[in-house]
């Protein structure tokens, strides 16, 4: 699913606990890892995550239903851009706007993911 198609399904849902398993949901059509991806470990995230990459496409690997959603939506915002684009991008504004509900360490784990990108 693309990234306009999973925003506007979470917008349709007003229930906070309802938009959390739809997160969880798009965590399940994750890519796998292909082999030979250069991944990074994300540092700052309570849970584990890998950013790879590979043949200028992104993937992601994450210990957690919860993360691999998040890591999903942050990955489908980025989906087809060129590092230039992703660099220019303010990922954090677009990803608060889906008015999700994160405690503070989610958070910061979010921001690491966003950090990775705005580092390339």
Do not use: H, W
Not at 83 to 103: H, Q, T, W
């Amino acid at each position: 699913m693309n990234y306009e198609k999973m925003k506007m399904a979470l917008s349709l849902i007003e229930n906070p606990v309802e938009k959390l398993e739809m997160v969880m949901d798009f965590g399940k059509d994750l890519s796998p890892v292909p082999q030979n991806a250069t991944c990074t470990e994300i540092v700052g995230c309570a849970s584990f995550v890998e950013i790879c990459q590979k043949d200028g496409r992104f993937y992601a690997k994450a210990d957690s239903f919860m993360v691999r959603g998040i890591v999903a939506l942050i990955l489908s915002m980025v989906e087809g851009k060129t590092v230039d684009e992703i660099k220019k991008m303010d990922l954090m504004a677009e990803f608060n706007s889906l008015n999700l509900n994160f405690g503070a360490s989610r958070l910061n784990g979010i921001q690491s993911m966003i950090n990775f990108f705005k580092n390339l």
